[in-house]
């Protein structure tokens, strides 16, 4: 099950999110320290604490890399309960979620996952946590649970990858149309990997619409 990125795909994932919604978090950012006068402690803060947070996530990494798991998770949650309302933090969580269910420990996992959903700064990290919180819970047999997550409407963006898990979902309880009516609605939505996609529908017992 590929519910988590590997090492370089979550590092370029941080760096394209942060190109896109930096700035816009920041915004948002400057603008509680205006509303409250503290233009120069902004600065301050923004200097000190965005620095410390990249490093503390950089020495993640390292370890990740290097093969030191339990040095990792220990930078990860360093890392969370220093800087737990930053991007950074978020994408640590999905990490520590990674790291736990290649250790077998989904329970783990689904409580990193469950916290990034909650507490991440930006909705589009939130969704990220989300969908691989669906895609464990799915891995986990919690159905129910599953269908609560997919009861809340996902971000627009999304729309296809959630289509695919109610699929997903659909497919392991037996009802293929279901499944099929899902997927081909991914597929007019658009996914990434449309040949996989292609694939699941035909498994499900449906006809790949043409091109």
């Not at 093969?67 to 990490?95: C, M």
């Not at 420990?105 to 507490?119: F, M, P």
């Not at 989300?130 to 963006?157: C, I, N």
């Not at 499944?179 to 292609?198: F, I, N, S």
Request: no cysteine; charged share 25%; net charge negative.
């Amino acid at each position: 099950m590929s519910v988590y990125q590997t090492d370089d795909e979550q590092v370029e994932a941080l760096k394209k999110w942060w190109q896109e919604n930096g700035k816009s978090v920041i915004g948002g950012i400057v603008l509680g320290f205006a509303i409250i006068g503290g233009w120069q402690g902004w600065q301050g803060w923004q200097q000190s604490t965005g620095e410390e947070a990249s490093v503390m996530f950089d020495t993640l990494r390292q370890a990740v890399r290097s093969g030191q798991t339990e040095k990792a998770i220990e930078d990860g949650k360093r890392l969370i309960g220093d800087h737990g309302g930053s991007a950074y933090a978020s994408f640590a969580g999905l990490e520590l979620a990674r790291l736990a269910y290649q250790k077998g420990e989904k329970t783990a996992a689904r409580g990193h996952l469950q916290w990034v959903a909650d507490s991440a700064p930006d909705p589009s990290l939130q969704e990220v946590a989300r969908l691989q919180l669906g895609q464990l819970l799915l891995d986990m047999g919690e159905h129910e649970a599953l269908r609560t997550l997919l009861g809340k409407t996902p971000l627009t963006a999304f729309d296809a990858d959630f289509a695919v898990l109610r699929g997903d979902l659909a497919r392991a309880e037996g009802d293929p149309a279901g499944a099929q009516a899902a997927y081909k609605e991914a597929l007019a939505l658009g996914v990434d990997d449309e040949a996989m996609l292609r694939m699941k529908l035909v498994d499900a017992g449906g006809t790949v619409p043409a091109s």
